[in-house]
DNA sequence: TAGGTGCGGATTGTATACAATGATGTCGCG
DNA sequence: CGCGACATCATTGTATACAATCCGCACCTA
């Protein structure tokens, strides 16, 4: 039997956490500069372990190096919006097969994250709705049981997060997404792909134009 | 009216590209072990570039980095194979629907890499002919015109070229694969999606066993 | 006043040096 | 003879220090 370990996370790891986290609840706003020292004291390190933070986040999309001229936070931009949700589409359509396939059942943790986005949305903690939102749909994405797809998604994920921080406020966030989620995880385990990617479709596009309608109202 | 600068390359990026080479030919084969002396050593740098070098091919999992025991070019095992076509024929699948609706044309680039490949063929030289098959379907997958996509394929690339690499020896190389190159081309070019799509597939899924085929064979 | 030129501070890039950690092999003990 | 503790070595992790580069500003010139 596995047993958890105290700190399975090493100081580097918590480093490139705490960066990521940071650029993903906008923290650290699109555009915005990077300066190493700030950065390295801020964190508590030296700016070598910093700088290796950084090239995984550019490796990731997160930021954008420019030589002797030091890391941005990547600028978003509209498009992102459309391209970024037509590639993720493609992934989660292809995990949603996989996962039917295999009549994988995710039903009882949706339905606990259904209760946690529940409490959340009273208390209006929109990073807690966004981060069930993404471990919803990572969990749908393991069970695929292709760890490649699940990274890929990943990668799609963190920017996802990244336009909801930028432009999701509350009150547009609205808790019948958690309907699609439960109506999604129930399809899959019972092994109807067709159903579930149909809603999904449905959901994401929902959740995109969301997105495009507050983004066209900030102007 | 643009100049071509002679070297737009930093040294950073002429490393990082050097070490990803080294891995995806095989030079730096599956498990072995990465030193960072070494490995400095060779290229001429000190261990400071070398591990930032490191952290982006961790990023873009060509290497696993354990923490204190160093870096190990990441391992590739059999499931690899089905579950990287798996994710490459869905991403690939979307920029060909998206490249269709332009009605993007590559068939000039396409022939011409043809010819190429004839050569490459004679000659026996394989990483010519790998490097000649992953620039077409880069061309292709830039013709959706989304970026993302692009970046998302890229990543599943460096893997394929690991597999192609590791399982495909001379001789095993077909020239009918450039017929479905062009093939598919020329049905972007008219526009037509499903008929791309479904070449495609044939294309993808025939390439994917020739790699089973022969990783049965070995071993 | 517009534009170019050079200086100075700010910031990044990398080498060197040392501390911390993990592997290896040897010795002693049961 | 097997096994475990310890010393030693190889290697990684990170701080410090300095060199290279860039950016902004003042100044000079036409």
Redesign the pocket.
């Known amino acids: 039997m596995a047993i958890a370990l105290p700190r399975p996370e090493?100081?580097?790891e918590a480093?490139i956490d705490a960066l990521r986290e940071a650029i993903l609840t906008g923290r650290f706003r699109p555009g915005e500069?990077?300066?190493?020292?700030?950065l390295?004291a801020a964190f508590?390190?030296?700016?070598?372990?910093?700088?290796?933070a950084l090239r995984r986040l550019e490796g990731e999309g997160l930021v954008v190096?420019?030589?002797?001229?030091?890391?941005v936070v990547r600028p978003l931009i509209p498009k992102d919006v459309v391209e970024l949700y037509d590639v993720r589409l493609a992934l989660e359509t292809l995990a949603l097969r996989r996962a039917a396939e295999r009549y994988a059942d995710v039903r009882e943790a949706t339905r606990g994250r259904h209760g946690e986005a529940r409490r959340a949305i009273e208390a209006g903690a929109l990073t807690t709705l966004f981060h069930l939102d993404r471990d919803y749909h990572a969990e749908l994405a393991a069970a695929s049981d292709n760890p490649h797809l699940v990274a890929a998604l990943d990668g799609q994920w963190s920017q996802i997060m990244r336009l909801m921080h930028a432009y999701l406020r509350a009150g547009t966030y609205m808790p019948e997404v958690w309907d699609d989620h439960e109506a999604i995880a129930t399809a899959v385990a019972h092994g109807d792909g067709a159903g579930a990617i149909a809603r999904l479709e449905r959901h994401l596009l929902l959740s995109r134009d969301r997105i495009l309608d507050q983004l066209r109202a900030a102007g």
């Open positions: 090493t100081r580097f480093l500069r990077l300066l190493q020292d700030d390295a508590g390190v030296s700016r070598i372990p910093l700088r290796e190096i420019s030589p002797n001229r030091g890391a």
